[in-house]
């Protein structure tokens, strides 16, 4: 069974860029599907950041677009997120998923990753 | 904002039946998908598609639609069941969107 493992920095200034690196196992990105970012402020519902299938092709959030990229190392069988100029209210934890083929939901997540913003 | 709008909490007795519904116009044209949250945890899918189950999700969970409307049943709610469940679908534009989520407490 995939399993995916989200990391990167803990702590972020604020105006700066948050990077992350989600880590699949179990399963060549290469091979196929769409792999996505998800995100959950505390005590708050989900976000959908975006998603890249294994070719490149990147979607994302309308409210989000100007901010996000979302890359994939297919030699590393891993893919990234980059959020720029970020705020407190970019302040959640981050999961990384491994989506449906055809109808794009998630249905392998990652155990996430808490990212504060603070100076 | 959410355009998929859930009833923030539910309550349902140990036993009984729950439904937790997930309205928007979007879910005339698309399937919900349905992701349960426990405490410090992460999603996890329950339901998808028409009424889909993945492997380990128990028969007490299933979903249906209607209209504008989806909904997650759980028959026979158990204590392990108390959680967040969030819907998941697509915008009118075709994002991905989740619902704010609903808190359910089993009595």
């Known amino acids: 069974q995939v399993q995916l493992q989200e990391s990167g920095p803990g702590l972020v200034k604020p105006s700066e860029t948050l990077s992350l690196t989600c880590a699949v196992s179990g399963y060549s990105i290469s091979s196929g599907y769409y792999w996505g970012w998800i995100r959950q402020p505390p005590g708050k519902g989900l976000e959908w950041i975006g998603s890249?299938?294994?070719?490149?092709?990147?979607y994302y959030n309308p409210s989000l677009k100007s901010r996000v990229t979302i890359s994939v190392d297919t030699s590393k069988n891993q893919f990234s997120l980059k959020l720029s100029s970020v705020t407190a209210a970019d302040t959640a934890v981050y999961y990384c998923?491994?989506?449906?083929?055809?109808?794009?939901?998630?249905?392998?997540w990652g155990q996430g990753t808490l990212v504060t913003v603070s100076s | 904002s959410s355009e998929l709008t859930q009833d923030p909490a539910v309550s349902v007795a140990l036993g009984q039946t729950v439904r937790i519904t997930c309205q928007g116009d979007?879910?005339?044209?698309?399937?919900a998908s349905w992701y349960q949250q426990k405490p410090g945890q992460a999603p996890v899918l329950v339901i998808y598609g028409k009424n889909n189950r993945p492997s380990g999700i128990p028969d007490r969970f299933s979903g249906s639609s209607s209209g504008n409307t989806a909904s997650l049943t759980i028959t026979g709610a158990q204590a392990e069941d108390e959680a967040d469940y969030y819907c998941?679908?697509?915008?009118?534009?075709?994002?991905?969107?989740f619902g704010g989520g609903t808190k359910l407490t089993v009595l």
């Open positions: 998941n679908s697509r915008d009118s534009s075709g994002n991905l969107v």
């Open positions: 998923a491994r989506m449906d083929d055809s109808s794009g939901y998630p249905v392998y």
């Open positions: 979007s879910l005339r044209s698309y399937y």
């Open positions: 890249i299938y294994h070719s490149g092709s990147t």
